[in-house]
């Protein structure tokens, strides 16, 4: 579950981390009321699920109460665009109104949990204010790594050696190396999976502040933390996320795809992904019915992967266990009619009841191609796409 930005503010000035002074307008005339109260000057920032906010036009520095109520009434009730939403955007229904803050130098920091080793790691780097996913590909050597041990967590003289790394002045040293022992703090004790303050800022007048956060929370672990929870925001989930959500699936839209892939479990449907990768064409998303579903809920799924307008083909890879084949290839059926697709599918069906499911799926009419394996099916698919025959 991701945070609004004037969210992940209030969880970092909760743990002392210094930040700018805020607050959050839903109306021009909240905005320029807020503004008034920052002296006449403010930081105009649009409220969404996304990075490159200011490339968009959804960070606007303003001087004057009026400019103010101005921004906000340009961007509340549209739509933002970034390199990270979809081509229609994220609904922008507030704005936060900061102050603004003389910049000397700015910097980057976050905790994430690495994977590969298991453990969180804090990454910080002095280039600051910039993507840093470029900044890792391009300078990779401007990036400081530091794992922290998986159960005693960042001791003391790894946030020192971290802010001594940055470069800080000598006299921000200590304070630096205090906000990134709260950052972690924060991160362990709130289930995060990203805490990120891009940029974090030393101000002329030499104070470190963290200007603009980003906080990301375990999904599976807001029942531990319910006041965190109400802080979620639809509006801001993909439709056809929010959907499979609903009817209790796991929904995952991919970027530049073309084929949707229906699957029952999470390690088919990487294994699915991978190989459709190989075999030269690109999943559009992918769907994990999970292994209780009955008919109702399989249809939903088709119908949600088939919504998708990026889908050109839909590959259905079932091991029937749990859920039998005959169950899956019935709800396949009846997701087809409802939705009134007529995409091509290709089907790989094996496990408990996989004859009868793929008889249902012969009878059907259906626009059906099947394949005995998944190495046969995903270049299946990419003939379908491409045109050619299957």
């Known amino acids: 579950m991701k945070l609004h930005e004037y969210q992940a503010r209030e969880l970092l000035a909760g743990y002392g981390i210094p930040v700018p002074e805020a607050s959050l307008a839903t109306t021009p005339e909240e905005a320029r009321a807020a503004t008034e109260a920052l002296g006449g000057r403010s930081v105009v920032k649009a409220q969404v699920h996304a990075g490159g906010r200011g490339k968009a036009g959804g960070v606007r520095l303003v001087d004057s109460p009026a400019a103010a109520a101005e921004a906000a009434e340009a961007l509340i009730g549209t739509n933002l665009v970034t390199h990270q939403t979809s081509p229609s955007g994220a609904p922008v229904s507030s704005v936060m109104i900061a102050e603004q803050t003389a910049i000397a130098t700015e910097l980057y920091l976050s905790v994430l949990v690495d994977a590969q080793l298991r453990t969180p790691v ?45 470069d800080v002045p000598p006299a921000l040293v200590r304070p630096t190396a ?19 303050i891009n940029p974090l800022v030393i101000t002329e007048d030499e104070r470190v502040i963290a200007l603009d956060s980003k906080i990301d929370i375990d999904d599976d672990a807001l029942f531990r933390h319910p006041d965190l929870a109400k802080l979620a925001d639809p509006s801001q989930d993909d439709e056809l996320e929010q959907r499979a959500r609903n009817a209790g699936l796991s929904y995952v839209k991919l970027d530049d795809g073309s084929v949707g892939c229906m699957v029952n479990g999470a390690g088919l449907a990487m294994a699915t992904m991978d190989i459709t990768l190989r075999a030269g064409t690109n999943p559009a998303n992918f769907l994990d019915v999970g292994g209780g579903a009955q008919e109702e809920t399989i249809a939903e799924a088709f119908d949600i992967i088939v919504s998708d307008p990026d889908v050109k083909a839909v590959l259905v890879n079932i091991f029937g266990g749990i859920l039998r084949c005959d169950i899956a290839a019935r709800g396949v059926v009846m997701g087809a009619h409802q939705s009134g697709s007529g995409l091509p599918i290709v089907v790989v069906m094996r496990g408990t009841n996989a004859e009868e499911g793929l008889e249902i799926l012969r009878k059907s009419n259906l626009n059906v191609t099947f394949a005995d394996d998944l190495s046969e099916a995903a270049p299946t698919v990419a003939r379908v796409i491409a045109g050619g025959a299957a």
């Open 178 to 196: 205090a906000l990134i022992s709260s950052l972690f703090k924060l991160f362990v004790e709130n289930d995060c999976t990203l805490v990120e």
């Open 122 to 166: 804090v990454m910080a780097s002095q280039a600051g204010g910039m993507e840093i996913e470029r900044v890792a590909e391009e300078t990779p050597e401007k990036i400081i790594r530091v794992a922290a041990d998986p159960v005693f967590g960042l001791w003391p003289y790894q946030a020192r050696d971290i802010a001594l790394a940055l």
